[in-house]
């Protein structure tokens, strides 16, 4: 699966979660443009897990910030299925 | 000239304090409004399990863990006594080196007949015993797959080993399944479950989870903390209900609630377990538990093996104060009663406060947790009973959850 596919996946699967509408941008942040609490991050992570059949565990979770480094993440993991 | 002070205030983005700004002023704000702090209550005497005098009010003690009331039982304190006189305040050393006395081998062996397991091994606290059994276990490479909902001693043993962390949704076992069948060929697993989750009261559904769990290789600890002592027909938690206590590799528990002092345990028949005592740093490097409170404790643990009947009549009280309140309109963390916890859930932590203080005016006190330790960010007034609690007490429990509900206005007059 290339990035341009994760990319949009990706993109339809935050749309629920985006409840300001916030524009969504490589650099978008999580915490701090689309203001996801924790409990929205669980169900929004459990959400993409189960798109792509992948594990996105918290140690990898505190390295993804914006949505670009998630794309990023979720591309390598779903390669190396 | 040197200043002997800081020039201006001491903030900005250099202090170090500046991060605990917003709880500051939430806890400000909070105060502002005029009720007692709720995290500041003394107790000034305490009469019974059940009855002390808390901020000069004689009160009814309605948010302790004390489940099975064991804190003023005469055998369990004159063990303490004797103990104290015999072996001194305290062992001023650790477990491995000069900490282990008579009384911590004695310790160890009620709780092997309580749990009829194999190994145990007793810890300072019941925090340490998460922080060190789930962070020296589940190493790099491995994966912890727990509950969203975990007590924060679970996330900090997770926190302090170097394992992969997975959470799944409370208490949901297709989600739970879903990620350890994710888990990459050949990696270790731990599945960290709790018997009753304290914020709600609520159990665990362990026979599916465990067998989940068993199913797809994985290792299993279940936390019993809230349980020990209640529930199963030998109170050795919601594992022994379930019926699946032999499935689960790892126990851990408490002696600071059923048991009545401090301490924590885990308990295993893992055939390497005892290497643990060597392995573990959260047991290795921090003073053993004082004399005092081994003996306390072993004698409690194995009263609990034969309280049967205050087994039963701990349920008898949760079941009565959840139907009393749920028919006065109070909305319950649970719709029926699964523990000795009944939580009550209040609008906002304004409200929430103002209800804690009212109960507290009326001599009654419960525990308020708010976020972030609860679920949801919800606003929690926390009832746990205590086999000590008589039938008539929990009427008039109910009698003042009625009179403060209405002053309040969380339930309708």
């Known amino acids: ?16 979660f985006n409840k300001k509408g916030v524009a969504i941008t490589d650099a978008t942040t999580f915490a701090g443009d689309l203001e996801f609490d924790s409990l ?9 897990e189960d798109e792509f059949d992948i594990i996105i565990s918290m140690n ?3 390295e993804i910030e914006t949505y670009g480094n998630l794309v990023d993440a979720v591309t390598a993991m779903a390669a190396d299925k | 000239m040197q200043p002997d002070q800081p020039d201006g205030a001491v903030g900005g983005d250099r202090d170090l304090f500046s991060k605990f700004d917003d709880i500051i002023a939430m806890r400000e704000g909070l105060l502002a409004s005029g009720v007692e702090d709720p995290f500041s209550l003394v107790m000034e005497k ?16 309605l948010g302790t863990y004390n489940y099975m009331g064991m804190t003023f039982d005469p055998d369990v304190v004159a063990a303490g006594q004797k103990a104290l006189a015999d072996y001194g305040a ?14 911590h081998k004695e310790v160890e062996e009620a709780l092997r007949e309580f749990y009829d397991m194999d190994h145990a091994m007793v810890f300072s606290t019941g925090y340490q015993a998460n922080l060190g059994i789930i962070s020296t276990i ?12 975990s007590h924060a001693s ?11 962390v997975v959470p799944f949704k409370h208490n949901d076992i297709e989600a739970m399944e879903k990620r350890l069948k994710r888990i990459p060929e050949g990696a270790g697993k731990l599945v960290v479950l709790e018997g009753v989750y304290s914020m709600l009261g609520d159990v665990a559904p362990l026979a599916e989870m465990v067998k989940v769990a068993k199913d797809n290789g994985a290792m299993v600890l279940v936390d019993e903390a809230h349980s020990m002592g209640f529930i199963g027909e030998h109170g050795r938690g919601v594992c022994e209900a379930a019926g699946i206590i032999d499935q689960c590799d790892f126990i851990i528990g408490t002696f600071s609630k059923s048991v009545g002092t401090v301490g924590g345990f885990c308990v295993s028949n893992h055939p390497k377990f005892e290497i643990m005592r060597l392995v573990c740093r959260p047991y290795v490097f921090t003073a053993s538990l004082p004399p005092s409170v081994v003996a306390t404790a072993a004698t409690s643990i194995r009263k609990l093996m034969h309280g049967g ?8 009280n949760s079941k009565r104060l959840h139907l009393g309140l749920t028919d006065l309109g109070f909305k319950l963390g649970t719709d029926a009663p699964q523990s000795a916890i009944v939580a009550v859930i209040m609008p906002d932590l304004e409200r929430g406060a103002a209800m804690w203080e009212a109960l507290l005016k009326e001599g009654l006190y419960v525990n308020l947790a708010r976020p972030p330790a609860t679920p949801a960010n919800m606003t929690l007034l926390r009832c746990s009973l205590c086999a000590e609690h008589s039938a008539e007490q929990v009427e008039t429990i109910l009698g003042m959850f009625e009179r403060a509900g209405k002053a309040v206005g969380i339930i309708e007059s």
């Open chain 1, 1 to 16: 699966m290339d990035r341009t596919e994760v990319d949009s996946r990706t993109r339809s699967i935050i749309e629920p």
């Open chain 1, 40 to 48: 929205t991050v669980m169900d929004f992570v459990a959400a993409i």
């Open chain 2, 138 to 149: 589940a190493g790099k490479g491995d994966y912890i797959v727990l509950d969203i909902d």
């Open chain 2, 154 to 164: 679970i996330w900090d043993g997770c926190a302090l080993g170097n394992a992969e």
């Open chain 2, 46 to 61: 305490v009469l019974s399990p059940t009855r002390a005098i808390c901020n000069g009010r004689d009160t009814i003690l």
């Open chain 2, 90 to 103: 305290g062992t001023t050393g650790s477990r491995v080196l000069n900490g282990t006395y008579q009384g």
């Open chain 1, 60 to 62: 990898q979770q505190a």
């Open chain 2, 309 to 316: 009947d205050k087994r039963a009549h701990l349920w008898e």
